[in-house]
């Protein structure tokens, strides 16, 4: 997952662009993508799809040709979505409002964007601002805003369900670790695991720019949006702060459940928070039209901490090991939302007899006893309304055992799987 992080980190993407292009080619080696374009103009709900940015290189230059700043040197230099300029002198005064600095962290360069108001830009370090000491600079920025295509890609895993869980990364950020090549690499090596094994509901994973990316996937699956019962925006997984999940606007949905048991079974620090009209692709899925129980897995909170769209959020802001540990994470969660079903017991006056059925005999695991006690709990408790995870909750038991007591009774005809309203599935 690192590797593919610092592949992917020198491409300068945006909501639309070569770039965008670009880093999605690089993951369809990894898994396999679908590949969609809209163009310019194209309606997408209220928003309209925007011009195509593509840049080639901009600078600022002393009269005497010494470079001061240069985007080949980080893409982060030039405004990003900013119109060409080109070469010409300018006066340092002129020069100073196209200048985005940050006083407060006087060695990082801001990353900052005009996607819907056209102008043009550079970012830089305070400390070469204040290096700016000429009265006169020769600069360039050379762009191009033209009608083209935005660009977006889907993977999908089918289950035995049409009913689907969605998770989405965004991939507009330029040479930005965390914010979001952590979420993109995490993404993609959870689709290579979950590729492997049988899946209940399948499984989409949307790479797609930010806000104008899910408001477009949304606009072209009125339809299928419907199918979406789980999601999660995956942002920000590489860093070392402590994990958290925001909630759907709901609150109490089945993802806003599953994901807060697997994070205080994970043993890492955690913590949850209210849905918040803020943030990254949940907002879209979120909105009232639509009413879709989408949450966000992070771990550094979006605009809280400092490196946030700086350049700070580079190749040694995160590491495997927090990779490794938001992937693990974000299998567990995906699991269970597989798992996590709702029973009727078939056989509820007085407690069946399972010795003759012989169901000790198919008991597995390293934990017999506690297996012997989920098959107890679940036959309590599968009054058609309680889910697994509810009784994995009030019996203090690994939800994987209650998973697999559940499987053997449904096995001896002793369960029936049902709905949400009970009825029968």
């Known amino acids: 997952m690192y590797a593919l992080v610092r592949e992917l980190y020198p491409i300068c993407r945006s909501i639309t662009g070569n770039g ?84 407060e962290h006087p060695d990082w360069v801001p990353y900052r964007t005009s996607y819907y108001a056209e102008r043009w830009g550079f970012c830089l370090s305070q400390r070469q601002r204040e290096a700016l000491t000429d009265a006169e600079y020769e600069i360039c920025i050379d762009s191009t805003l033209e009608p083209g295509q935005l660009t977006y890609a889907e993977s999908v895993i089918p289950g035995t369900s049409t009913d689907e869980i969605v998770l989405t990364a965004h991939i507009c950020h330029p040479s930005l670790c965390n914010d979001n090549l952590s979420g993109i690499s995490v993404a993609t090596f959870l689709l290579q695991e979950l590729q492997k094994q049988p899946q209940r509901y399948t499984l989409r994973v949307l790479f797609i720019p930010g806000t104008i990316g899910s408001i477009a996937w949304l606009s072209q699956n009125r339809q299928r949006a419907a199918s979406i019962k789980h999601g999660l925006s995956l942002v920000c997984l590489g860093d070392d702060s402590p994990f958290t999940y925001k909630r759907t606007l709901h609150g109490s949905r089945e993802v806003d459940r599953v994901l807060s048991y697997a994070l205080e079974v994970s043993k890492l620090p955690w913590q949850v928070i209210d849905y918040f009209p803020y943030g990254y692709d949940e907002r879209q899925f979120n909105s009232p039209g639509f009413a879709l129980p989408v949450g966000s897995l992070m771990r550094g909170q979006h605009g809280k901490f400092p490196e946030y769209h700086t350049s700070a959020d580079n190749l040694s802001f995160v590491s495997p090991l927090r990779l490794e540990e938001s992937l693990e994470l974000c299998l567990s969660a995906v699991g269970m939302l597989n798992d996590n079903r709702r029973f009727q017991n078939l056989s509820p006056y007085g407690e069946p007899q399972l010795g003759k059925r012989g169901v000790y005999r198919a008991l597995g695991g390293t934990d017999i006893a506690d297996t012997q006690l989920a098959l107890f709990w679940v036959l309590a408790l599968s009054d058609g309304q309680n889910d697994l995870l509810q009784i994995a909750q009030r019996s203090g038991l690994p939800f994987a055992v209650i998973r697999d007591a559940a499987l053997i009774l449904e096995r001896q005809e002793l369960l029936a799987a049902v709905g949400a309203d009970g009825a029968p599935v």
């Open 20 to 103: 965008v292009r670009q880093t999605l080619e690089i993951l369809r080696r990894h898994v396999p993508l679908s590949l969609t374009e809209l163009p310019t103009g194209a309606d997408v709900l209220d928003w309209t799809v925007p011009k195509e940015w593509n840049i080639k290189g901009g600078w600022i230059q002393r009269l005497n040709g010494e470079r001061v700043l240069d985007f080949a040197s980080s893409n982060l230099h030039v405004l990003n979505y900013s119109t060409p300029v080109p070469r010409r002198r300018i006066s340092r005064v002129e020069l100073d409002p196209h200048l985005h600095s940050l006083p």
